[in-house]
T-cell receptor, first 116, second 110 residues
Framework: GAVVSQHPSWVICKSGTSVKIECRSLDFQATTMFWYRQFPKQSLMLMATSNEGSKATYEQGVEKDKFLINHASLTLSTLTVTSAHPEDSSFYIC????????????FGSGTQLSVL | GNSVTQMEGPVTLSEEAFLTINCTYTATGYPSLFWYVQYPGEGLQLLLKATKADDKGSNKGFEATYRKETTSFHLEKGSVQVSDSAVYFCALANAGKSTFGDGTTLTVKP
């Protein structure tokens, strides 16, 4: 089946630093990738939708200047948490949709971010 | 807007017990419905799906039927195993976006 690789799986950083998370589709072209955030014991919250070659679409309440998303190729999207703070500590998951119009999503394994 | 309401957990069962995890949804149009599973320490995996009314998705002994009249997509398994212990997410996909339920933690004891 299709594989989405997310890296790193966990990261610890100091407050004020920036962290980049990568999401790669390994064996298919993903024109659309999604970034989610998951708080403990809560459901995933969609942060933004990333389309290859265009600006990401952010959900209401998500700061686009803080969570920079780049989808420069059909197989790679990155999420950069800029000037991270402890409240940004969370589990971030990406997912990719194969092709165009398909509903099936493939998920990365997630990144646990801890900001000290 | 779209929403998914899942049965609250956690759910604890003995091995070989019958499992039902309720899921209801609200959505405009005709969404696709999914159950995802998240095993400990791993990311989400698609468990099964149904794309239209009365479709039954099935995988690994789990089943769910798309009931448009009751806007439900309940997950069932006749005999659970310890290895089924995980978090189960009901989700819908509509107009290119996915909406997830809160997740239900299932623990199966030997």
């Amino acid at each position: 089946g299709a594989v989405v690789s997310q890296h790193p799986s966990w990261v610890i950083c100091k407050s004020g630093t920036s962290v980049k998370i990568e999401c790669r589709s390994l064996d298919f072209q993903a024109t659309t990738m999604f970034w989610y955030r998951q708080f403990p014991k809560q459901s995933l919250m969609l942060m933004a939708t990333s389309n290859e070659g265009s600006k990401a679409t952010y959900e209401q309440g998500v700061e686009k200047d803080k969570f920079l998303i780049n989808h420069a190729s059909l197989t790679l999207s990155t999420l950069t948490v800029t000037s991270a703070h402890p409240e940004d500590s969370s589990f971030y998951i990406c997912s990719a949709r194969e092709g165009t119009g398909g509903e099936k999503l493939f998920f990365g394994s997630g990144t646990q971010l801890s900001v000290l | 807007g779209n929403s998914v309401t899942q049965m609250e957990g956690p759910v604890t069962l003995s091995e070989e017990a019958f499992l039902t995890i309720n899921c209801t949804y609200t959505a405009t149009g005709y969404p696709s419905l999914f159950w995802y599973v998240q095993y400990p320490g791993e990311g989400l995996q698609l468990l099964l799906k149904a794309t239209k009314a009365d479709d039954k998705g099935s995988n690994k002994g789990f089943e769910a039927t798309y009931r448009k009249e009751t806007t439900s997509f309940h997950l069932e398994k006749g005999s659970v195993q310890v290895s089924d212990s995980a978090v189960y997410f009901c989700a819908l996909a509509n107009a290119g976006k996915s909406t997830f339920g809160d997740g239900t933690t299932l623990t199966v004891k030997p």
